[in-house]
């Protein structure tokens, strides 16, 4: 079936054919170019509203055509302008084409827009609720429902001369939600919270630099829809990962200066010395599989944005779990990620992506490729090539769990590193082995092809999930208020209650607790690699249970400021300054237990508790030692005389360690006790033993014994 072709042409402005190069909507002084992408349509219409967003005021046919981009030019269009598109060509989803021009589609490349989804059938580009389903034609106009694309002023399109954040030392990530972290935060001045410039407020910096943060990374902040299953049950999409939008910020965390707030968030953020990454999602998109709406890149060339089931092209390949799959192989949706992903970094300053089910933008017809189109492009690109790049290394599709499997300027979210902590902590039998090698930066996984410690981002808990407090509080997950039957989210939490399930007034167990979300920070950050902390998780933040807050814009996702853990946060700030001073717990080469030329010492040393090798082959063995050193083939320049003994007793029971031997003039200090809420270095006495306490962490370094008496 054909969608009618309506040709207007427009009396208002004089238009002429424009330039294909740029896509998007570019104001260069006196007019607008246009071009757009679709190699299946058979006519693109620019759609121009009134200032409201209310009344189409005009529509004008593209008139050129170079290759699959459709382009005009119209004499002064100035910046502000509202539009939107209407492609026309065949609606046949049994061959893979949703063309209908009923439908208005928002601008892949708009960098703003005007006004917000509403959800209505409209939007779909069928029959809602017709017996033919997605084969029925709907001929009800979408427009109404749907944002604007707006023209952009060209100076918020201008390259930043920015520098990149100064970190000395520091390399822990903050994973945070713009307005989950701000909302509640007291000390946010009221009429920002929740906006992207809460996010540089003084409040949010001091806090950010009291934990050594280097760099935060904020969850999905492209533009998204709610989907209509959660506006159903008076939910929203809290997360963001439902993309509609690739150049254009969510509206919905807008402060008071909209676009230009964000650039001066960024920008300040960095000048105190924190970067700011972007979680990105490129593997799928807002319009879901084929029941769901016409947004955008669907309705311009359904076959080229999306991968369709060979033989079967009316239904979308689904290895992302969300319905649809982006066809990043594509040529040109391949360039529509790399000129997103530059506008990031080149027009709002942003230093990095962490790319949501990473696996799917890197697959070719084929499965996953290490030198398919898109990791070719990214480690070429002479822009992307200088950010950090984060994968989470994952799909649902055929193999694509690639754990370990990313090229060298890729670092990876390391599941397997939450998982074997949580497990070992728990007291799962037979996790200490994996607990050792996740300590030394998870080398089983990422040394190859030369990749370094830092290639393994450690995590205890993300916005996926329970959360520190709750891995404590909770065995069970309790997600009743998603609306899907407590059936939604992780079953394999590795969580332990300790003796309750939820909050309690016991001394004992909280005691317990506390002391267990210690042992989880000291893991964190006495293991080599990157860690990354979840926002809240520093301060006792619960979700109540919940550990899949996707829908959950309320308290049980905002973080609950008023409920700080200040003992807490001052044991992570204390454990931060810890790595920050001690280069050997943050070295970019992989352990080995090889000699370092100079002192003949291995660079990591296991020991049981007599300082007596480990007998790795002990199925009952679960308490550790670990002596930590400048790895042995680190060039001159970066080896340092630090030296960090690392006591992990899981027992209940206290038991007394056999320190290493010191080097005349030195004596071990105990610098970290997870025993004790409030942590103050001490000077062990000048035997060669140290006790602990059962269930804890401990860390000594030697210092220069200064009374030799």
């Not at 989907?227 to 254009?248: H, M, P, Q």
């Not at 799928?284 to 890149?297: I, K, M, V």
């Not at 969580?495 to 893991?523: K, L, M, W, Y």
Request: include cysteine; proline fraction near 5%; hydrophobic fraction near 35%.
């Amino acid at each position: 079936m054909s969608s009618p072709i309506r040709t207007n042409h427009s009396t208002r402005y004089h238009i002429s054919g424009g330039k294909p190069h740029a896509l998007g909507a570019h104001f260069d002084g006196e007019g607008t170019n246009f071009a757009v992408f679709s190699a299946n349509a058979s006519q693109i219409d620019l759609c121009l509203f009134s200032d409201d967003g209310r009344r189409e005021i005009d529509r004008i046919t593209l008139p050129e055509r170079t290759g699959p981009v459709w382009h005009a030019y119209v004499e002064g269009l100035k910046p502000g302008t509202l539009y939107g598109y209407r492609a026309h060509g065949i609606y046949a989803p049994e061959q893979g084409h949703r063309f209908n021009s009923n439908k208005l589609l928002l601008d892949p490349y708009t960098r703003e827009m005007h006004g917000k989804w509403t959800s209505s059938a409209t939007l779909f580009g069928y029959q809602k609720g017709a017996s033919g389903g997605d084969l029925t034609f709907g001929a009800a106009d979408s427009a109404s429902c749907v944002p604007k694309s707006v023209v952009s002023d060209p100076a918020l399109n201008q390259f930043l001369r920015t520098e990149a954040a100064t970190i000395n030392g520091r390399d822990l990530i903050y994973e945070a939600h713009v307005k989950g972290l701000t909302k509640l935060h007291p000390q946010v001045p009221e009429e920002i919270r929740g906006t992207y410039e809460a996010l540089s407020s003084d409040a949010m910096i001091d806090h950010l630099l009291s934990l050594n943060v280097s760099a935060i990374e904020l969850m999905p902040v492209h533009a998204f829809i709610d989907d209509e299953f959660l506006i159903n049950r008076g939910l929203k999409n809290y997360w963001g990962y439902n993309t509609a939008g690739f150049f254009a910020l969510e509206p919905r965390y807008m402060g008071p200066n909209g676009l230009l707030g964000f650039r001066s968030m960024v920008q300040r953020l960095k000048e105190s010395g924190i970067k700011v990454y972007l979680d990105v999602v490129y593997n799928h998109t807002a319009e879901g599989n084929q029941n769901g709406p016409t947004l955008s890149f669907r309705g311009l060339d359904n076959a080229s944005y999306y991968r369709l089931i060979a033989g079967q092209p009316r239904y979308y390949v689904n290895d992302t779990g969300t319905g649809n799959t982006v066809n990043v192989a594509h040529p040109y949706v391949l360039r529509m990620v790399l000129d997103s992903l530059r506008y990031w970094v080149q027009c709002m300053g942003i230093d990095g992506f962490r790319f949501d089910l990473a696996t799917t933008v890197c697959r070719e017809e084929h499965g996953f490729d290490l030198y398919g189109g898109f990791l070719d492009a990214i480690r070429q690109d002479p822009v992307l090539q200088k950010v950090k790049l984060i994968a989470e290394p994952w799909d649902i599709g055929p193999g694509g769990y690639r754990l370990g499997g990313f090229p060298p300027e890729f670092s990876e979210w390391n599941d397997s590193y939450r998982d074997t902590t949580r497990r070992y902590w728990k007291g799962d039998p037979q996790t200490t082995p994996d607990l050792a090698s996740r300590l030394l930066g998870s080398a089983d996984k990422f040394d190859r092809a030369g990749r370094r410690a830092w290639s393994s981002v450690n995590f205890i808990s993300a916005h996926d999930g329970f959360t520190l407090a709750d891995i404590v509080r909770y065995n069970n997950r309790h997600n009743l208020a998603n609306g899907e039957n407590n059936m939604d989210g992780h079953g394999a939490n590795y969580s332990d209650n300790c003796g309750f399930e939820g909050d309690t007034d016991d001394p004992v167990i909280n005691a317990r607790r506390h002391r267990r979300q210690r042992n989880f920070i000291a893991t964190l950050f006495f293991s080599q690699g990157t860690p990354m902390l979840l926002a809240g998780d520093e301060i006792g933040n619960s979700q109540h249970g919940n550990n899949n807050a996707y829908c959950q814009d309320n308290e049980i996702g905002w973080v609950s400021w008023d409920k700080t853990d200040d003992n807490l946060k001052a044991f992570v700030s204390y454990l931060s300054d810890f790595r920050r001073d001690h280069k050997t717990l943050r070295q970019d080469r992989f352990l080995h237990g090889a000699k370092r030329p100079e002192d003949d010492q291995p660079d990591v040393r296991w020991t049981d508790f007599s300082g007596f090798p480990l007998q790795w082959r002990d199925p009952g063995l679960s308490s550790i030692c670990v002596t930590l050193r400048c790895c042995a083939e680190a060039p001159t320049y970066e080896t340092n005389d630090d030296v960090v003994f690392l006591i992990f007793n899981r027992s209940n029971v206290a038991a007394s360690v056999v320190l290493p031997p010191h080097p005349e003039g030195y004596h071990w200090v105990r610098a970290v006790d997870t025993a004790l809420q409030v942590q103050s270095p001490k000077r062990e006495p000048r035997d060669e033993t140290t006790e602990v306490s059962g269930s804890s962490v401990v860390a000594l370094i030697l210092e220069v014994d200064t009374d030799p008496s």
